[in-house]
């Protein structure tokens, strides 16, 4: 008896042991042993899709920072600012002046009105009287309509004038280059910030003058 039933118990311990003779869900992860199942041993739906991503890591730390690029290429030119203070060189201010005496006003009175230049010029500068129909010098060729000056040059255009005596407007400059704050000034030149226009009347009844300027900076 002792030797059938070892040899009945070795014959059952030598027999093949199939799925039919275990048990579902019994066996677990410790009755496996360690790094022997392979991706062959795995229903196909098991395994991982071709080009599955899995979920994202956490950021790693910041990089060093890398070498600066090239210099980008120049932007497109801005529009012109304001001008302030001093008129650049080659620049025309323009204006106007009028002045007049009551009717019946006598003769010998000196007539005058400002010219105010809304920007400074560099330096005193020359000026030139034309009269309507005269001869233009070559600093002065514009017009009543479109006064114009040679640079460094200030240029006055009678446009009229009645009852004044004739050629006797001038142009005053404020003060003398060695004496600014002086009371003093110069006949046909003009200050960097403007200057007096006058003119003497004659003994007609009516007295009118009336022009344009042009100075621009050297």
Not at 43 to 70: E, N, T
Not at 81 to 98: E, H, K, N, Q
Not at 100 to 119: N, R, V, Y
Not at 132 to 158: F, L, Q, R
Request: hydrophobic fraction near 40%; charged fraction near 15%; aromatic fraction near 4%.
């Amino acid at each position: 008896m002792v030797l059938a039933l070892g040899g009945t118990g070795g014959a059952v311990a030598g027999s093949l042991i199939t799925s039919k003779q275990i048990k579902n869900n019994t066996i677990t992860s410790a009755d496996i042993k360690n790094k022997t199942i392979s991706k062959d041993d795995l229903a196909a739906s098991a395994l991982p899709r071709a080009g599955a991503k899995g979920p994202a890591g956490p950021a790693g730390p910041a990089g060093a920072a890398g070498p600066a690029g090239p210099a980008g290429a120049a932007g497109v030119q801005g529009p012109a600012g304001p001008i302030t203070g001093t008129l650049p060189s080659g620049v025309t201010l323009r204006g106007a002046f009028y002045f007049t005496e009551s009717t019946g006003s006598p003769a010998g009175i000196s007539s005058t009105t400002d010219i105010s230049l809304g920007l400074r010029i560099p330096d005193m500068l020359p000026v030139t009287v034309v009269y309507a129909g005269a001869t233009k010098p070559e600093e002065c060729t514009g017009t009543v309509w479109v006064p114009t000056a040679t640079p460094g040059h200030m240029c006055v255009y009678v446009a009229n004038s009645y009852g004044y005596v004739e050629d006797s407007l001038q142009v005053l400059a404020q003060g003398l280059p060695d004496s600014p704050d002086s009371s003093g000034a110069l006949e046909q030149w003009i200050s960097p910030a403007g200057g007096l226009i006058e003119a003497t009347t004659d003994g007609a009844d009516v007295h009118r003058l009336r022009g344009v300027w042009a100075v621009t900076a050297p």
